[in-house]
C-alpha cells in the first residue's frame, strides 16, 4: 500500500533558527496536505499544494510540492516559540508520522 | 457553528468491556473518518464513510466498528476493548474525498481512551 515518509521525526531549534521538515510519498499524489498539531491538541490544516512544482507561502512557511508530485516539505524561516508543535503532511489519507519541532527561547 | 464535536474527551475502561466514541459535525461533510493516534506513530485510519449508509476500512480496522446512519454522526464501537487500543482517537471529516480538492479535513478535539 501507498507509504508517506517524513523526516526528521524530532528537531529541535534555537529560536531565530530555520527549520525544515520533508515528506515523501511512495506514489503520485494529486495534492498533499500539510497541517500542525500543538501539543495536547489536534490536527489543524495548514495549506494544500495541488500543481507539480507548487510553491506557497504563508508569512515565514513555506511549502514546496515536487516536480513529481511524490515529495513535498515545509520550511520555517526564523522560528518562534508558537511555532512548536508537530507537522504533518497527508497524501490520499495517509499521514506521515510528524516532525515534532520543539523551540528553545 | 461547532465544527467536529466528540465525546467524551477522556476515558477508562477495564479489558473486555465495550463502549462507543461519539462523533458529530455540523458542516454537512460528507465525509467522515476516525483516526487513531499513538506516540511516534502519526495518525493511522481506522475507518471511514464517504455518505451516510457507507463505511469502510482503513488501514488498521480491527477490534473498531462503525455505522453511518446520517450524515452528520459517526459512531466508533469498541466491542471488547484491549490494552492495545489505548491510544488517542481523532473524528475528521471534509467536504469531499481524498482524491478531490474539497478533502481538507476537520479534526475533532480528540477522544483520549486507556484500556487497563
Redesign the interface.
Known sequence: GQQVMQIPQYQHVQEGEDFTTYCNSSTTLSNIQWYKQRPGGHPVFLIQLVKSGEVKKQKRLTFQFGEAKKNSSLHITATQTTDVGTYFCNGKSTFGDGTTLTVKP | NAGVTQTPKFQVLKTGQSMTLQCAQDMNHEYM?W?RQDP??????IH?SVGAGITDQ??VPNGYNVSRSTTEDFPLRLLSAAPSQTSVY?C?SSQGL??S?A????????SRLTVL
Open positions: 473518518s483516526y511516534g506513530m502519526g495518525l493511522r485510519l471511514y482503513g488501514e481523532f475528521a481524498a482524491s480538492g478533502n481538507v479535513l476537520t479534526f475533532g478535539a480528540g
